[in-house]
């Protein structure tokens, strides 16, 4: 900081394309402070070091933070902004530093503005300072970019190549920036691993009129597999230039410039942009305001550049029909896998033999014997008791805490398949739960009920639906603090937006058919307990009884396929509409997944689904966990010997 005649530096919790989940190597911020949570912005001055970070993370930024940092409670009044921060503690003509490639445009523009007023200078530190003191700072450790095939991506790349120039003619563009890895992987058809849970490779594409460029890791595109697949895209060509360090290049028969690809090593994206800034002096680049960083976007003058939302951003999200067939099998495979688990902790939990951390290695190799397992498409969240009133609690040798008869568990886990990305929350006893337990319980279901089985009109977004999902906590003063759903890529990233409910991102885009989304609210007892009830859904058309004025009306259908526990609800305070909708959901859970476990030659799985999703009347009461418990078993017996239960 001295070097660079920085008073303050900066260190936001993102990569150079705004990825959610970072590689090893981009988690600057991790690595200066000890905080692992995935959102939060350190700030470094000569004499302090402070981290701001929202509700989901103060227990975990509490627990993880030395005595060298001060925590911002982003939210809490009398808390101030970084920006205000800075300003107090520096004065006016100070500089504070910040890599531009690791903030969105937007916010680089905000914080400047912001310090601006108060006389203090931002400036853009390139190399990042960081990178200099971080002497064993891991490499990259992707190995390969594999093809998507057309059986789960639906559409050649040269097809969405064809839509999005169509778009770019429309708003007048020469040019667009793709920085988000996801779209780079998804307009491709390809996947890579160079993000742990993400199927997502490095990379930028610039997309002109009569050429496309990819800049990535030279060796991901040399294998024959990833040249033919780019050749025979569609009916159209694909040449494949290799630009190695002495720039001698190759190609790939080529009949259209118009269709074909270029591909250069990574570092070039910069100065490649900043090249045709000066060679195309009068083109018009499209950089979009989601995903560019300041740091490309400060190559282009602002009066030749437009920053409107990515036009991959809704056609990524909306799935066609081969994708949401695809999605809904990868779900089928994970609920084998998950129910495999709760059986398998239902046997264990009671010898003592199971805590958060072997819980989750096992739910892990359940999903990975799946057929086209992939891996996990996040860190599971194995939380025992207190230890789940963490939001996003990860279980670590220090705090891993075993299962007991005694607490709630829970499990919020997912995996990558070919066919598509899942994301499921669950929430457990093994014992006997309290009244309040119960009744935490069963108002998060009742909120997840009333919220998926809602009809709303199609100019509705997400956040329209919020208040469903959390008016049965509001009714006896209960709340949680995150976002009751985001969207879920297609084998790409575990949150995908715009399709979300109750946070930002999702606002001002309206949910349509196609669209995957999760719902998923909570209740946390802080020192005590966590609850959360997750279930991805796909939006579909509504069959309504009337159409007024020709609207299209939308719903939601769980593709999540999982048991809710029994026992942990109080059916008295459910109404006879989600009792209704509950046994309906058990019903296809116990069909669907219990085909797919005789399919996969486990016939005692299909026999514990059966159990477990017994049909909720109210003339049974669940506060009599021994009487339920009875109940179940009697049913699963009457069953095996084909007698009728009225």
Not at 168 to 181: G, H, I, Q
Not at 360 to 368: D, G, I, P, S, T
Request: proline share 5%; with cysteine.
């Amino acid at each position: 900081m001295i070097r660079s005649d920085f008073e303050a530096y900066i260190v936001p919790s993102s990569d150079a394309h705004l990825s959610e989940y970072l590689a090893p190597s981009e988690k600057r911020r991790v690595w200066i402070s000890g905080f692992t949570g995935s959102a939060g912005t350190a700030v470094v001055t000569m004499t302090k070091a402070a981290m701001w970070t929202d509700g989901r993370y103060f227990l975990q930024a509490e627990q993880e933070l030395d005595c060298n940092w001060s925590l911002m409670k982003m939210g809490e009044q009398g808390v101030p902004t970084i920006e205000e921060w800075l300003v107090q503690e520096l004065g006016p003509g100070m500089n504070v530093g910040g890599n531009p490639f690791l903030f969105s445009i937007e916010l680089w523009l905000t914080y400047a503005s912001n310090l601006a007023s108060g006389g203090v200078a931002l400036n853009q530190s390139i190399p990042d300072i960081v990178d200099n003191v971080w002497t064993d700072r891991p490499p990259l450790d992707g190995d390969e970019v594999v093809v998507l095939p057309v059986q789960y991506a639906g559409v050649e790349w040269t097809d969405k190549l064809l839509d999005v120039r169509n778009e770019m003619k429309s708003a007048a563009v020469d040019y667009l920036l793709l920085t988000v890895l996801d779209e780079n992987a998804w307009f491709f058809n390809l996947r890579g691993s160079d993000i742990p849970y993400t199927p997502v490779f490095t990379s930028y594409t610039v997309i002109g009129m009569t050429d496309v460029v990819l800049f990535g890791n030279m060796s991901y595109f040399a294998r024959q597999e990833i040249k033919d697949h780019l050749a025979k895209a569609g009916k159209h060509f694909f040449r494949f230039l290799f630009l190695c360090e002495k720039l001698i290049s190759a190609e790939i028969g080529c009949e259209s410039d118009n269709t074909c690809a270029t591909v250069q090593p990574y570092e070039n994206a910069r100065p490649y942009l900043q090249q045709l800034t000066t060679t195309q002096s009068n083109a018009i680049f499209w950089l979009p305001s989601d995903g560019t960083t300041y740091g490309m976007y400060s190559v282009v003058d602002e009066d030749h550049q437009i920053s409107d939302i990515s036009p991959l951003k809704i056609p990524k999200s909306v799935k066609n029909p081969k994708e949401v067939e695809a999605m809904r099998q990868a779900h089928i495979y994970d609920a084998v896998a998950l129910c495999e688990y709760l059986q398998w902790l239902e046997i264990n939990v009671p010898r003592g033999t199971v805590d958060e951390l072997n819980g989750a290695e096992k739910v892990k190799n359940l999903r990975l014997a799946q057929p086209t397992s992939k891996g996990l498409s996040f860190g599971s969240i194995s939380a025992s008791g207190p230890n789940a009133a963490i939001i996003h609690y990860r279980s670590t040798p220090e705090t891993n805490r075993p299962l007991t008869t005694t607490e709630v568990y829970m499990i919020d886990s997912g995996g990558q398949y070919f066919e598509g990305t899942t994301d499921v929350t669950r929430t457990v006893h093994f014992g006997t739960p309290t009244d309040f337990e119960k009744e935490a319980f069963t108002r998060v279901l009742m909120g997840q009920i009333d919220t998926q089985s809602a009809i709303f009109p199609y100019t509705k977004d997400g956040n329209y639906l919020d208040m469903l999902a959390r008016r049965h906590l509001y009714d006896v003063g209960l709340e949680y603090r995150h976002g009751t759903g985001h969207g879920v890529g297609q084998y790409l990233c575990i949150h995908e937006y715009p399709p979300g409910i109750g946070n930002a991102v999702g606002g001002g885009y309206p949910l349509q058919p196609g669209m995957f989304t999760s719902v998923e609210p909570g209740f946390y007892q802080d020192g005590e307990f966590g609850i959360r009830i997750e279930n991805v859904n796909v939006v579909v058309e509504a069959v309504t009884e009337h159409n007024f004025g020709g609207y299209k009306f939308y719903t939601f259908d769980p593709v999540t396929l999982a048991p809710i526990q029994l026992k942990m609800i109080n059916v008295d305070l459910l109404s006879d509409k989600q009792i209704k909708y509950l046994n309906e959901y058990h019903k296809k859970v116990e069909v669907i997944v219990g085909e797919e476990a005789l399919r996969q030659n486990k016939p005692e799985l299909k026999d514990w689904i059966q159990q477990a999703t017994v049909p909720l009347a109210r003339g049974i009461s669940t506060r009599n966990n021994v009487s339920w418990s009875i109940m179940i078993f009697v049913a699963a017996v009457c069953t095996m010997v084909n007698i009728s239960l009225e």
